[in-house]
Nanobody
């Protein structure tokens, strides 16, 4: 079984920053790729960033240069540092456990409750 608990969201003004955290209750956490997705109202869930078991990272073009994904295997935790936030970043953010192959991320289809990020003046 898998349990994912996201936290760190909130209301922030454009240009501000948030640090999101996800604690994963997964056996042998260090072997998984981990990802952050987001879902805005009326839109599909989209992949924001992922980090492989070897700690290489990939980002959606919309957040590249502004967001940083990282992991702490000792704490079974993945982070998303979100800087220079824009109104279009507003969404519920979810973390996910999966795997990477040929430069693509594949979800294991288990989701936490998500954490709301709202960027507004």
């Amino acid at each position: 079984q898998v349990q994912l608990v996201e936290s760190g969201g909130g209301l922030v003004q454009p240009g501000g920053s948030l640090r999101l955290s996800c604690i994963a209750s997964v056996t042998n956490f260090r072997v998984y790729a981990m990802a952050w997705y987001r879902q805005a109202p009326g839109k599909q869930r989209e992949l924001v960033a992922y980090i492989t078991a070897g700690s290489s990272t990939n980002y959606a073009d919309s957040v590249k240069g502004r967001f940083t994904i990282s992991r702490d295997n000792a704490k079974n935790t993945v982070y998303l540092q979100s800087n220079s936030l824009k109104p279009e970043d507003t969404a519920v953010y979810y973390c996910n456990a999966g795997t990477d192959s040929r430069g693509e991320y594949y979800s294991y289809s288990h989701w936490g409750q998500g954490t709301q990020v709202t960027v507004s003046s």
